[in-house]
């Protein structure tokens, strides 16, 4: 069955970075898009970021860009999530969601993992 | 950016009864929305996709429709475990998606 399992959330100060990564398994990885979808405390759901299955597109929302960077291993089977110049605003949940179409991205996420917890705090 | 307006905030019903959640855009998005659930401490699951498709495993009392601004989601029967929070999420403006504010399912 597929399963996706985040790492490498935490507590870190404004300003700095951290990186959060996703196992995959279950699933013939690198025929789907991933992408990192994140929740806030008490809020909704937002899209962050998106990586083709070859690892040679990414594209990421407004509220990111410039500052996150996502990246795909193939052979590990792993999803990264970079995250530079951390703020209040990115404190939430992030979850890596798998992609429900093979080949190019859908933009709807059929399996995501349970979450990492990021809070940027002093 | 796409707005999408989830109503209403909060639904009560009782198990058995149908539900009927709507989802509106603030531009024309096709037939590009999706609808998840997701319960307390859990990740959202996939419910529908390109508005009336219903995803792998996914029980047959729940359908979508709608096009264009005005979409729904309809749960024909409420079972006890249907109780939980709904999103919308529209994908026609991708890679810039866009996510409802929820709807609430209560139980009565």
């Known amino acids: 069955q597929v399963q996706l399992v985040e790492s490498g959330g935490g507590v870190v100060q404004p300003g700095r970075s951290l990186t959060l990564s996703c196992a995959a398994s279950?699933?013939?990885?690198?025929?789907?898009?991933m992408h990192w979808v994140r929740q806030a405390p008490g809020k909704g759901l937002e899209w962050v970021a998106v990586i083709a299955k070859d690892g040679r597109d990414k594209k990421f929302a407004d509220s990111v860009k410039g500052r996150f960077t996502i990246s795909r291993d193939n052979s590990r089977n792993t999803l990264s999530l970079q995250m530079n110049s951390l703020t209040s605003e990115d404190t939430a949940v992030y979850y890596c969601?798998?992609?429900?179409?093979?080949?190019?991205?859908?933009?709807?996420?059929?399996?995501w993992g349970q979450g990492t917890s990021v809070t940027v705090s002093s | 950016e796409v707005v999408l307006t989830q109503s209403p905030a909060t639904l009560s019903l009782s198990p058995g009864e149908r539900a009927t959640l709507s989802c509106r855009a603030s531009?024309?998005?096709?037939?590009?929305l999706a609808w998840y659930q997701q319960k307390p401490g859990q990740a959202p699951r996939l419910l529908i996709y390109a508005a009336s498709n219903r995803a792998t495993g996914i029980a047959a009392r729940f359908s979508g429709s709608g096009s264009g601004t005005d979409f729904a989601l309809t749960i024909s029967s409420l079972e006890p475990e249907d109780f939980a929070l709904y999103y919308c999420q529209q994908r026609s403006t991708w890679p810039q998606l866009t996510f409802g504010g929820g709807t609430r399912v209560e139980i009565k």
């Open positions: 969601a798998k992609d429900v179409q093979i080949g190019a991205a859908a933009y709807y996420f059929d399996y």
């Open positions: 531009q024309r998005v096709g037939r590009d």
């Open positions: 279950g699933f013939t990885f690198d025929t789907y898009a």
